[in-house]
């Protein structure tokens, strides 16, 4: 059974950081592209960062680009989301996910990927 958790999450005033981690269990982590999507309240998920099944390739949101980076350890079956300056329009739920089909690139699609997590709170205050 594949198993997604996140952790991290949290209260952060504006301009502060954090870092989300997710541990998948129940697949072989290292051939898959992982996503991390988020989710406000009363708003759509959306896309986040992906990041492909060797690492060497990264896909950020406009809303996001410059501010966050997205990485994993293969060795510990883990992605992170490193999220600097944070701003109040950043809390949302976030949600990592693995992507269907192994050895691509990530995607911002939703629908491309098939194991997702419960998700972490990310409340940012002003």
């Known amino acids: 059974q594949v198993q997604l958790v996140e952790s991290g999450g949290g209260l952060v005033q504006a301009g502060g950081s954090l870092r989300l981690s997710c541990a998948v269990s129940?697949?072989?982590?290292?051939?898959?592209?992982m996503g991390w999507f988020r989710q406000a309240p009363g708003k759509e998920r959306e896309f986040v960062a992906a990041?492909?099944?060797?690492?060497?390739?990264?896909l950020y949101a406009d809303s996001v680009k410059g501010r966050f980076t997205i990485s994993r350890d293969n060795a510990k079956n883990t992605v992170y989301l490193q999220m600097n300056s944070l701003r109040p329009e950043d809390t949302a739920v976030y949600y990592c996910?693995?992507?269907?089909?192994?050895?691509?690139?990530?995607?911002?699609?939703?629908?491309?990927?098939?194991?997702w997590g419960q998700g972490t709170q990310v409340t940012v205050s002003s």
């Open positions: 990041i492909s099944w060797g690492g060497g390739s990264t």
């Open positions: 996910a693995s992507r269907t089909d192994s050895y691509i690139s990530g995607s911002s699609r939703m629908n491309d990927y098939d194991y």
């Open positions: 129940g697949r072989t982590f290292s051939r898959y592209p």
